[in-house]
C-alpha cells in the first residue's frame, strides 16, 4: 500500500508556535496533497504537492517534498486557534489516475 | 465556489435495514468519491466513480453498491446495514484525476443499532 502515514499522531503548541506535520510514505507516488478537517466536518484541500517539486508555499503553509525518503513535511507558521484540526496527507499515483490514498491524520491543538 | 452537499448529517437505523446516503455536487465535475472514516483507520475509498453510470471498487467495497444517474449525484447504498458500518461518511468529487483536490461534503454520521 502506499498509504501516507502522519507523523505525529497529536501535536499541542500555543498560540504563535509553528507547528511540523510529517507525512512518510512506501510507493512511488505522482504528487503529494494536504487536507484539514476540523472537527466533524469535511475536508478541505490546503495544497498540492507534484513529484518533481520539493517545495511549496501557500500563506502560512510550506509543504516540502523529499521523494528519495518517501517522505512530506507541512509547517504551518504563526499558528493560530482556528488551526486547531487535523491534518491528512494523500497521495496519488501507484496506478491508478483517480484514486488518491490518504494517511491517518495529525491531531493539531493550538491553544490560546 | 464548489459545494457538496449531503443528504443527512446525522442518520440513525436498524440493522438489517436499507440505507442510502445521496450525494449532490453543483461544479460538473467529472469523479465522484464516497468514502468512510473511522477512528484511527484515516479515510477508507469504498467506491468512486469517473463518469456517468461508471463506477469502481475502492478498498473497502463489501456491503456497499453506487448509483450514479445523473452527473451531479452520486448515491451510496447499504443493503442491509450492519453495525460494522456504523460511521462517518464523505462524499467527494474532484474535476479530474489526481492531480486534481477532492471537495468534500459536511459528512453524514450513520449509526447502525
Known amino acids: 500500500s502506499q498509504q501516507g502515514e502522519e507523523d505525529p499522531q497529536a501535536l499541542s503548541i500555543q498560540e504563535g508556535e509553528n507547528a511540523t506535520m510529517n507525512c512518510s510514505y512506501k510507493?512511488?507516488?505522482?504528487?503529494l496533497q494536504w487536507y484539514r478537517q476540523n472537527s466533524g466536518r469535511g475536508l478541505v484541500h490546503l495544497i498540492l504537492?507534484?513529484?518533481?517539486?520539493r517545495e511549496k508555499h501557500s500563506g502560512r503553509l510550506r509543504v516540502t517534498l523529499d521523494t528519495s525518503k518517501k517522505s512530506s513535511s507541512l509547517l504551518i507558521t504563526a499558528s493560530r486557534a482556528a488551526d486547531t484540526a487535523s491534518y491528512f496527507c494523500?497521495?496519488?499515483?501507484?496506478?491508478?489516475?483517480?484514486?488518491?490514498?490518504f494517511g491517518k491524520g495529525t491531531l493539531l491543538t493550538v491553544n490560546p | 465556489d464548489v459545494k457538496v452537499t449531503q443528504s443527512s448529517r446525522y442518520l440513525v437505523k436498524r440493522t438489517g435495514e436499507k440505507v442510502f446516503l445521496e450525494c449532490v455536487q453543483d461544479?460538473?465535475?467529472?469523479?465522484m468519491f464516497w468514502y468512510r472514516q473511522d477512528p484511527g483507520l484515516g479515510l477508507r475509498l469504498i467506491y468512486f466513480?469517473?463518469?456517468?453510470?461508471?463506477?469502481e471498487k475502492g478498498d473497502i467495497p463489501e456491503g456497499y453498491s453506487v448509483s450514479r444517474e445523473k452527473k451531479e449525484r452520486f448515491s451510496l447504498i447499504l443493503e442491509s446495514a450492519s453495525t460494522n458500518q456504523t460511521s462517518m461518511y464523505l462524499c467527494?468529487?474532484?474535476?479530474?484525476?489526481?492531480?486534481?483536490?477532492?471537495?468534500f461534503g459536511p459528512g453524514t454520521r450513520l449509526t447502525v443499532t
Open positions: 494523500a497521495t496519488g499515483g501507484g496506478g491508478s489516475n483517480y484514486k488518491l490514498t
Open positions: 510507493t512511488s507516488i505522482n504528487n
Open positions: 504537492i507534484r513529484s518533481n517539486e
Open positions: 461544479m460538473d465535475h467529472e469523479n
Open positions: 466513480s469517473y463518469d456517468v453510470k461508471m463506477k
Open positions: 467527494a468529487c474532484a474535476l479530474g484525476g489526481i492531480l486534481y483536490e477532492q471537495y
